[in-house]
C-alpha cells in the first residue's frame, strides 16, 4: 500500500506535538480529486491546533492547515469538469452545500461550515482528497507557494472590509498588523476599494514592507503612540473603519480612535478575547462592532481573478520543507516572519 506523509497534532502542547506521520495514500470519493500537494500555506490557526484553545474541542488526532495549492492527481467517480495534472488551489471552508446560506451565497454561515485543518483533517500532507467544490483553478501569475498562502487570509479580509464594514472609496480605515497574513491582505483590498490605509507594523522593516503593499501611512507600533499617530493624520476626527483582529492588545486603542458612527471589524484575537467595551461609548458615538468569520466561496473565487489580473498580490516570506513545521510555528509566534510561511511537502 502507498504511503504519504502529513503532519499530524495528537495532543497539545508545544512545537514538540507536530508530528511527522506516515499514513496511507487516500483514496477520491465520489464527487471528490486527489492533490498532489505543492505548497501548505500555514495560519495563525495551525499553532492554535496546536497549543489547543480554552473551552474548545479540537477532533484529534488530525492533520494540520487549512491552505494549499497542488495538482489534480486522481478523479473520484462522477467528476467531469476537472482533469489530472490540472494545478489547483484549496478553498479552505467546507458546508453542507443544500442549507439556505450555502444557496444564498453566505455558506461561511451554514450550521455545518468548517474548516480544513481545524474540525477536520487539513492540507498538511502529501495528498489531499477534496470535494471538487474545495478546489479552483491556480492564478496563472503566481508560483505554487505564492498561490497556497493566500485564499484563508484574503478571503477573510474581503468578507471584513467589503461585505460586514461595507468599507468605501474615500474613506480611511485602520489596519492592525499590517505585515500579517490578514493585515497584508486587508492593506491591498482597502487601498484597491480606494481607501486610504493607515496600518501599524513592529518595527522598520516590517513598516517600509506594508508601505509598499499600498499603505498611505505606517505606524510603528514598537516606538509610536498609534492613538496619537492616528488623530494627528486624521484631524483628530478619527477613523470610520477598523480592521481589529489582534484582540486585548489593540482594542483600547481601536475603540478610541472611531469616529462617531464608526465601524470596528474584528476576526480574531492572537494577543487575547478578554476585552473591556464601554456601553456608553458605544451608543453615545452610534458605534458598530461587527464580528467576521472567513467569507464565502464565490466572493474567493472574485479574489482569484484579482490575482489573475496582477491587482492583488501574495505577500511570501520564505518556503521551509515540511519537516521543519516547528520551525515555522516558531517563527508564527515569534512574530520574525516578513509575509506568509509555506511548508513544501
Known amino acids: ?149 493566500i485564499c484563508l487570509v484574503f478571503q477573510t479580509a474581503w468578507n471584513m472590509l467589503v461585505r460586514r464594514a461595507e468599507l468605501r472609496a474615500g474613506e480611511t480605515v485602520l489596519v492592525h498588523a499590517g505585515l500579517s497574513g490578514v493585515g497584508s491582505a486587508a492593506v491591498q483590498i482597502a487601498a484597491l476599494l480606494g481607501a486610504q490605509v493607515i496600518a501599524t507594523a513592529g518595527g522598520a522593516a516590517k513598516c517600509e514592507r506594508v508601505r509598499a503593499l499600498g499603505a498611505h501611512h505606517v505606524i510603528d507600533h514598537t516606538r509610536q503612540d498609534v492613538v496619537a499617530e492616528v488623530r494627528a493624520r486624521t484631524g483628530k476626527q478619527g477613523v470610520p473603519v477598523v480592521f481589529e483582529h489582534t484582540g486585548a492588545a489593540t482594542w483600547e486603542a481601536s475603540l478610541k480612535v472611531l469616529q462617531r458612527g464608526g465601524r470596528l471589524v474584528t476576526c480574531g484575537a492572537t494577543t487575547g478575547g478578554n476585552v473591556s467595551l464601554s456601553l456608553h461609548a458605544v451608543f453615545f458615538k452610534s458605534l458598530s462592532i461587527l464580528g467576521s468569520t472567513m467569507g464565502s466561496k464565490g466572493d474567493l473565487r472574485g479574489i482569484l481573478r484579482l490575482f489573475e489580473q496582477g491587482k492583488l498580490r501574495p505577500v511570501l516570506d520564505r518556503t521551509l520543507p515540511m519537516a521543519e513545521v516547528a520551525t515555522a510555528h516558531r517563527l508564527l509566534e515569534e512574530r520574525q516572519a516578513l509575509g506568509k510561511l509555506v511548508l513544501v511537502p
Open 1 to 149: 500500500m502507498a504511503t504519504m506523509r502529513c503532519i499530524v497534532v495528537r495532543e497539545h502542547g508545544g512545537f514538540d506535538r507536530l508530528r511527522l506521520e506516515e499514513r496511507p495514500v487516500p483514496e477520491p470519493g465520489p464527487g471528490e480529486v486527489r492533490l498532489r500537494m505543492q505548497a501548505v500555506g500555514l495560519n495563525h490557526l495551525d499553532t492554535w491546533v496546536r497549543r489547543g484553545v480554552p473551552g474548545h474541542t479540537f477532533p484529534l488526532p488530525l492533520i494540520t492547515s487549512s491552505d494549499g495549492c497542488g495538482t489534480i492527481d486522481a478523479l473520484g467517480a462522477g467528476v467531469t469538469s476537472l482533469r489530472e495534472g490540472d494545478p489547483m488551489v484549496v478553498l479552505p471552508g467546507r458546508s453542507c452545500g443544500a442549507c439556505e446560506p450555502c444557496q444564498t451565497g453566505l455558506d461561511q454561515l451554514c450550521r455545518h461550515y468548517h474548516l480544513l485543518g481545524e474540525s477536520g483533517d487539513g492540507t498538511a500532507a502529501e495528498f489531499v482528497c477534496l470535494p471538487v467544490a474545495n478546489v479552483a483553478p491556480k492564478p496563472r501569475a503566481l508560483s505554487a507557494a505564492e498561490a497556497g498562502s
